[in-house]
């Protein structure tokens, strides 16, 4: 079984920063696409920022300038840097990976983590 699993969350005053970690855990061989998506309440899931196996990077129109994603492929990890945060960055923040190719050749689809609570506020 492979797991994704989110941290890093909490409360943040508007202006500060954030790191968010995701762990992937299983017998991995390797991860394609991995990224962050939130979802507020009310509102549709979006993509926050993805980051291909070789270090290619997209942000969302809304958190381009103020966040960096990063991964760390011997290590199974991705995480999200974020500053100047604001309070519509109040949101669930859930890890994702599109494709898992596991030790013995299973390939995996679509895989989420549980989501972690961020909220930013005074």
């Known amino acids: 079984q492979v797991q994704l699993v989110e941290s890093g969350g909490g409360l943040v005053q508007p202006g500060g920063s954030l790191r968010l970690s995701c762990a992937a855990s299983g017998s991995i061989n390797s991860i394609n696409a991995m990224g962050w998506y939130r979802q507020a309440p009310g509102k549709q899931r979006e993509l926050v920022a993805a980051?291909?196996?070789?270090?290619?990077?997209k942000y969302g129109d809304s958190v381009k300038g103020r966040s960096t994603i990063s991964r760390d492929n011997d290590k199974n990890t991705m995480s999200l840097q974020m500053s100047s945060l604001k309070p519509e960055d109040t949101a669930v923040y859930y890890c994702?990976?599109?494709?898992?190719?596991?030790?013995?050749?299973?390939?995996?689809?679509?895989?989420w983590g549980p989501g972690t609570q961020v909220t930013v506020s005074s």
């Open positions: 994702h990976a599109d494709e898992v190719i596991r030790v013995g050749g299973q390939f995996l689809y679509d895989l």
């Open positions: 980051i291909t196996s070789g270090g290619l990077t």
